[in-house]
């Protein structure tokens, strides 16, 4: 039997590390597939269909949920986003592992829809006065837009307790060795080897033939 | 709440690298404990009490088992084995992590008094021959004793299947790292930081201070 892929969920509220250390985690195992998202927004200069985004009409999104095309989705200022469902299991039918960037509300909906093949993991700042230098540092935002990020941090980290590792991001180095580690972990973890019922027939096979 | 130390069972059969694994992670991590057990065999020249085992007599070790002083315990060829449950809860108590070199009868049964408190790592040989060259490489036994350890391997490999994670022992360098991966990644779940709650309660102090 085959192994198959496992769906990794990484969240964390935006300004603890979470974006830097998916692309680094992309970077080290080329295998694994990162979920883009679809949404109904329209795209942004820059952006590009299929890598930054799937770009969808509200019909198409509608009729994708409609089928069960979406493992979870949700309506955020008045447009849909939502995580595809075919490339994430054409992913685990290869036996290759998916990484969703995504906030408490998908990594839970996920989670009741993939069961024991999701990995979910929190990623929490190392204090909030860090957290907010991260979220001034990177862009000139209004003291209303701070305020509503620093709102919305505080609601995503209410729900670090709903995921099954915590890394603390006090070091960049030190946050992506923990997390590179629990993937390797989940990799180990018997029942994502199911190859190995084979191995063993092997093994007895060596051992009836002595 | 501190950190609860964990219960990290090795088993495998004798040739696939399990007490070499032992040694070298016990050197990885000086806060490790290494459980010793408890026998009522008397000690071979050479044998040190309480670094090698326990000896104890018949009655104090029945003792300790009528107390409930016993994670497990097991009768082989006429004497008694086992795993004295008190230094055991202390490392627990101290958030030491403990670790046991021990066969899956040992480890079903420290499973089913320590639940959750249990991580247990199944260590399989390449070959059957690579096995059996190392059970012969290191003493000069009988063709009836290599055969009756050999009987006892495939038995013990008949139970991979019970355990948390499985190690292909191919190449003692990787087998080693695995076994660290395991044992840092477990360190990260959620579950086994209750000290977090204290830090997160302190992030919404931070939060509510702003």
Do not use: C
Not at 41 to 63: K, S, W
């Amino acid at each position: 039997m085959a192994r198959r892929g496992l769906l990794l969920i990484l969240s964390s509220p935006s300004g603890a590390g979470k974006s830097t250390l998916s692309r680094r985690l992309m970077a080290w195992d080329p295998s694994l597939r990162f979920s883009v998202s679809a949404t109904t927004r329209a795209p942004r200069p820059g952006e590009v269909q299929g890598r930054d985004y799937y770009f969808e009409t509200r019909a198409a999104f509608e009729a994708m949920v409609a089928g069960g095309q979406m493992l979870e989705h949700a309506e955020v200022f008045g447009n849909l986003y939502g995580s595809p469902r075919a490339p994430v299991e054409q992913a685990m039918a290869e036996g290759r592992d998916t990484l969703f960037d995504i906030d408490w509300q998908g990594g839970q909906q996920i989670k009741q829809a993939m069961r024991d093949d999701v990995v979910s993991v929190f990623v929490l700042p190392p204090s909030i006065a860090e957290l907010e230098s991260r979220l001034r540092g990177r862009a000139q935002d209004s003291e209303e837009v701070i305020a509503a990020r620093m709102a919305k941090s505080q609601s995503e980290i209410s729900h670090w307790a709903e995921y099954d590792y915590v890394i603390v991001n006090n070091d960049l180095e030190k946050a992506f060795n923990d997390l590179v580690t629990i993937l390797q972990a989940e990799r180990l973890r018997r029942d994502r080897q199911p190859q190995l019922a084979d191995f063993v027939r092997g093994l007895n096979r060596e051992f009836s033939a002595r």
